[in-house]
T-cell receptor
Framework: DTEVTQTPKHLVMGMTNKKSLKCEQH?????MYWYKQKAKKPPELMFV???????INESVPSRFSPECPNSSLLNLHLHALQPEDSALYLC????????????FGPGTRLTVT | DAKTTQPNSMESNEEEPVHLPCNHS???????IHWYRQLPSQGPEYVIH???SNVNNRMASLAIAEDRKSSTLILHRATLRDAAVYYC???????????????FGKGTKLTVNP
């Protein structure tokens, strides 16, 4: 099983809402990543977790709060987002931090109204 | 991060070979050349990587110039399913500082004509 799953596929939320994105993998990978991709732009790294600990935060605003409750699960909690945060949010995993191959999920398409 | 330069777009015909170029004139001696692609409405997927020698796998071949300042991803027989944005990315050696990140450039959008 080389699949990274993400739920929901689509999410529409208002600026005062709180929502969460979920990412799951069962490949035994110990590194997990969140990327943000605006329309017609390349993905940009947001957060990196290694062994359930936050390893990299690319100066992401605090309205995005990541969480890695166990080695298979990665969440991204969203609160008080802005319309410009509308994007495709991609999750990825790799065997270890710095492993060559990252496996990406299909993403969650987020629209902030 | 060392930068890469790729054409914005390329077109090919189905069942013909495709050569996707990437320039990386500021590559360091320890940087690996990675290629990912992103099909429409999907997340990126790993294609291939190499350091100095040419590499082949089931998806593609990677030809690396002798001075390592450029490389070419080769799809031997393009199919409609190969239509995607192809990203050429430089990364440090595995498990060393800087290798944690994938820094995507703008990539090349490949269109495959039937």
């Amino acid at each position: 099983d080389t699949e990274v799953t993400q739920t929901p596929k689509h999410l529409v939320m208002g600026m005062t809402n709180k929502k969460s994105l979920k990412c799951e993998q069962h490949m035994g990978h110990r590194a997990m990543y969140w990327y943000k991709q605006k329309a017609k732009k390349p993905p940009e790294l947001m957060f990196v977790y290694s062994y359930e600990k936050l390893s990299i935060n690319e100066s992401v605003p605090s309205r995005f709060s990541p969480e890695c409750p166990n080695s298979s699960l990665l969440n991204l909690h969203l609160h008080a987002l802005q319309p410009e945060d509308s994007a495709l949010y991609l999750c990825a995993s790799s065997h270890l931090l710095g492993s060559y191959e990252q496996y990406f999920g299909p993403g969650t398409r987020l629209t902030v109204t | 991060d060392a930068k890469t330069t790729q054409p914005n777009s390329m077109e090919s015909n189905e069942e013909e070979p495709v050569h996707l170029p990437c320039n990386h004139s500021t590559i360091s001696g320890t940087d690996y050349i990675h290629w990912y692609r992103q099909l429409p409405s999907q997340g990126p997927e790993y294609v291939i990587h190499g350091l100095t020698s040419n590499v082949n796998n089931r998806m593609a071949s990677l030809a690396i110039a002798e001075d390592r300042k450029s490389s070419t991803l080769i799809l031997h027989r393009a199919t409609l399913r190969d239509a995607a944005v192809y990203y050429c990315i430089l990364r440090g050696p595995a498990f060393q500082g800087g290798s944690e990140k994938l820094v995507f450039g703008k990539g090349t959008k490949l269109t495959v004509n039937p």
